[in-house]
């Protein structure tokens, strides 16, 4: 079920120290009817480039990371503008009619530009299945996991970039 999905997130992503929640679901108070999950990790290393506004990834990572990780499920992306931002879209496009398969039916993965902060939307409900394959959940999870290890270790190259050139 989604909840269970939510619980691995908010387990992963805690509160930050000021008590911001980096996972925040729709409609709230959802139960296991969750439609949307929304993720806007944020952390200290990511907000030193909100100035600047340079990103910490681009989208042809993050499709890279999605191949990766849903090698077995058919997806394709595209890009919206919203409201001023870019919407990076994976929807996914099953091909089988087996269970699995069927369990990604008009489903999507949302990320917002500006790559500063992952700031990443998962719909599981609102027209399609929300009861979520075991092998799906882990795959969602991995996929904001790998997102967000890719922004903090651009991140933390950016800041050891900036710290050699002020030590010179």
Known sequence: MSDKLVEMFKEKYPLTPRGYDRVSIYPRGGGTWVE????DLVEKEFLKFQIDKKPLAD?????DVA????????????????????????????KGIDDYNQSYSNHFIEIRE???????????GNRGRIKLHERQREKYFQFVNDVYNLFMRNAKKRINFINLKRKS
Do not use: A, C, W
Request: charged residues 25%.
């Open 59 to 63: 989208i042809s990572s993050i499709k």
């Open 67 to 94: 191949k990766r990780v849903f090698d077995d499920i058919g997806h394709r992306h595209y890009t919206l503008k919203d409201q001023g931002n870019l919407l990076d879209i994976l929807y996914f496009e099953p």
């Open 36 to 39: 949307r999950i929304h993720l």
């Open 114 to 124: 500006p790559l500063i902060i992952p700031k990443i939307m998962i719909s599981t």
